[in-house]
């Protein structure tokens, strides 16, 4: 994520491995050359069942593909990025925005709100992902209400092929000791580690505390 090739949930493939630095979340991305800065989110199954699930916040309207219409907010961080629809590199990532999986839930609603970023390069939103620690606030804000979440567990390393991390209710396939066993209102941070490398996935998860309206 610090610039990967293969940015949509479900694998489809939007712009291939280009050396800006990406990698493939769902190839594992860097091909062992340890210089291609960044990665790419996870390919993950359809999400049928994600969509099915509800209840919570009012969902909000469905952003446009590539359409920038959240802020996130991390304060330990002193983050304060753009979230557009989508994860493609060149139309969402590139541009420095924290990039939504398409199949994930919205902000607030029950499920997973699941985003990615880039580590290194393009703005590097994520670089810094790992030092975040439990409880630390994670804020999304709409044009319709703000989401605080606390962050509640750190996945420090995994495959580029766990897609598990981005499920509804977000396990990770791999080191099945992280992740949870019951639906929720969750968020995801997703993205590339080690820095400048695209070879495995650090993931944040978070659980929702409040919806303000605005």
């Known amino acids: 994520m610090g610039n990967g090739a293969d940015h949509r949930?479900?694998?489809?493939?939007?712009?291939?491995?280009?050396?800006?630095?990406?990698?493939?979340?769902?190839?594992?991305?860097?091909?062992?050359s340890g210089r291609r800065r960044g990665g790419g989110p996870f390919r993950g199954p359809a999400s049928s069942d994600a969509r099915r699930q509800s209840g919570g916040p009012k969902p909000e309207a469905s952003p446009?593909?590539?359409?920038?219409?959240?802020?996130?907010?991390?304060p330990r961080l002193h983050l304060r990025v753009p979230v557009a629809e989508g994860v493609g590199k060149a139309e969402v990532l590139n541009k420095g925005y924290v990039g939504h999986y398409p199949g994930t839930q919205q902000p607030g609603q029950a499920g997973n709100f699941a985003v990615a970023g880039h580590r290194n390069t393009h703005g590097e939103p994520f670089r810094y992902l790992n030092r975040l620690r439990v409880k630390d606030v994670?804020?999304?804000?709409?044009?319709?209400?703000?989401?605080?979440?606390?962050?509640?567990?750190?996945?420090?390393?995994?495959s580029a092929r766990d897609s598990g991390v981005v499920r509804p209710v977000p396990r990770s396939v791999v080191k099945p000791a992280y992740g949870y066993g019951d639906p929720g209102y969750y968020i995801t941070l997703t993205t590339c580690t080690p820095e400048y490398t695209s070879r495995y996935r650090l993931v944040v998860w978070g659980k929702l505390l409040s919806m303000r309206p605005r």
């Open 64 to 74: 446009a593909r590539s359409q920038a219409y959240a802020v996130l907010v991390v």
């Open 138 to 158: 994670v804020q999304v804000e709409t044009g319709a209400a703000v989401y605080t979440y606390a962050v509640d567990q750190v996945l420090p390393e995994t």
């Open 9 to 32: 949930y479900g694998g489809d493939r939007e712009h291939g491995g280009d050396r800006g630095g990406g990698g493939d979340w769902g190839s594992g991305g860097d091909r062992g």
